[in-house]
C-alpha cells in the first residue's frame, strides 16, 4: 500500500482479505481475513567513512573502516564500480565499526568509483563514497611460443587429470587447459574463499610481510599480459597473476611469518619447470604480492590506516 506524504504513524495495520466465488453464505462466498502489524521505516542506514588508503594502483590492495548504524540493518558492503565487485565487511575494533580490504582486479579496466553500501529491512539505502586515488599499472607484454610437444604432453596431461575432455585439435586442446580450465578454476577459489571464509576467527590486525622464496630468482611478475602463438600465429592471451620464482629443484617452501616448511616446488600442472607460483589473494580476487611483501608498504597503506581509524572512534 501507498501511504499518504503527511503519515506520520511508527506503524500500521496491515488487512489481507479474500473471498471466493462459492454460494455458500447465502451467495456471499467464502472470506479469510489476515492481519498483521507493519513498522514504518523511512530513516536510511548512517553510514560513514572513518579512514581509507589514500590510493589504490590497479592489480593493487587498499583497506577501509568504516561506520555502519541502523536498527533494522539489512546488509553492508563496500562496493568497486557500481557493484561490479563487492567486498565483506568484518568487525573491527568496536561495535558498528568494520574494516575491509578491497581489490582493483587486473581485469577490470576503468576505475569509477568506491563506496560503502548500507540497506536497512525497509529497502532505505545509504550510498557514501570511499576517496581513493588511483595509481596506473606497468603492464609487461609476453609472447610465449606453444610447441605440439608442450600441448600434447603438458596441456592434455592437465586436462585429464582434471576429468576434463581432451580435444583433437591442438589448439583447443590449449585453450581448453590454458583458458577454459584455468576460469573455472579461477571462479571456484574467489567463490569458495568468500563462502567459507570465517571472520569470527581475525582477532588480530597486526599484518606481516610475506618472505619470497629462499635463494631463488623470479621468472615472471605479476600481471605480465601474456600472448601464447602456435606455428606462428596467436592463439591465446591472459594475465599472469602472481610471481614466479625459481630455486633449486625440489625447493622447500615455508610459511610466511613462521619459517615451517609446508611444501616443496615442483612442475605440477602447465609449467615449463620447477618453480614457485606465489599469488596473493584479496577476498578472492588475485592482488601485487609485492605490496604484501614490502613492509613500509603494509605499514603506510595498512595498518597507519587502522591506527588511525582506532584514533578517529576513541575521540567519539
Same mark, same amino acid.
Given at each position: ?14 488487512? =489481507? ?16 481475513? =489476515?492481519? @498483521? ?32 548504524? *541502523? ?8 562496493? @568497486? ?23 582493483? *582486479? =587486473? ?9 560503502? =553500501? ?47 575432455? %581432451? ?87 615455508? #610459511?610466511?611469518?613462521?619459517?615451517? %616448511?609446508?611444501?616443496? #616446488?615442483? #612442475? ?25 611483501? *614490502? ?7 595498512? #595498518? ?13
Amino acid at each position: 500500500p501507498t501511504l499518504d506524504l503527511f503519515f506520520k504513524s511508527k506503524e500500521i495495520e496491515i488487512v =489481507v482479505t479474500a473471498v471466493d466465488s462459492s454460494k455458500w453464505n447465502f451467495l456471499e462466498g467464502n472470506e479469510a481475513n =489476515v492481519s @498483521f502489524n507493519m513498522k514504518i521505516d523511512t530513516k536510511k542506514p548512517t553510514a560513514n567513512v572513518v579512514a581509507n588508503s589514500l590510493a589504490i594502483r590497479k592489480g593493487g590492495s587498499a583497506v577501509a573502516v568504516v561506520q555502519v548504524l *541502523d536498527d533494522n540493518l539489512e546488509s553492508a558492503y563496500i562496493s @568497486f564500480n557500481n557493484d561490479e565487485e563487492i567486498f565483506a565487511l568484518t568487525p573491527f575494533y568496536k561495535d558498528n565499526y568494520y574494516v575491509s580490504l578491497i581489490a582493483w *582486479d =587486473v581485469g577490470i579496466e576503468n576505475f569509477e568509483q568506491v563506496s560503502l =553500501v548500507a540497506t536497512d529491512k525497509a529497502g532505505n539505502i545509504t550510498k557514501t563514497k570511499i576517496p581513493l586515488y588511483i595509481r596506473p599499472l606497468n603492464v609487461k607484454t609476453d609472447k610465449i611460443n606453444i610447441s605440439e610437444q608442450f600441448i600434447k604432453n603438458v596441456s592434455a596431461s592437465v586436462l585429464e587429470q582434471s576429468f576434463m575432455q %581432451v580435444p583433437d585439435d591442438l589448439v583447443d586442446t590449449f585453450i581448453a587447459s590454458n583458458r577454459i580450465l584455468r576460469e573455472g578454476n579461477v571462479k571456484t577459489i574467489k567463490e569458495d574463499m568468500r563462502k567459507y571464509m570465517d571472520r569470527s576467527a581475525i582477532t588480530s590486525f597486526d599484518i606481516k610481510p610475506f618472505l619470497r622464496l629462499d635463494g631463488s630468482r623470479t621468472a615472471a611478475g605479476f600481471a605480465e599480459r601474456r600472448h601464447y602463438y602456435f606455428n606462428g600465429e596467436k592463439i591465446d592471451e591472459a594475465w599472469h597473476l602472481g610471481v614466479d620464482w625459481a630455486s633449486v629443484k625440489q625447493a622447500p617452501i615455508k #610459511t610466511t611469518n613462521k619459517g615451517r %616448511v609446508i611444501a616443496n #616446488t615442483g #612442475t605440477s600442472g602447465a609449467v615449463l619447470g620447477d618453480h614457485l607460483h606465489f599469488g596473493v589473494l584479496v577476498q578472492g580476487i588475485e592482488v601485487n604480492p609485492l605490496e604484501w611483501m *614490502d613492509k613500509n608498504w603494509i605499514k603506510t597503506r595498512i #595498518t597507519d590506516i587502522l591506527d588511525e581509524a582506532k584514533k578517529a572512534i576513541d575521540s567519539k
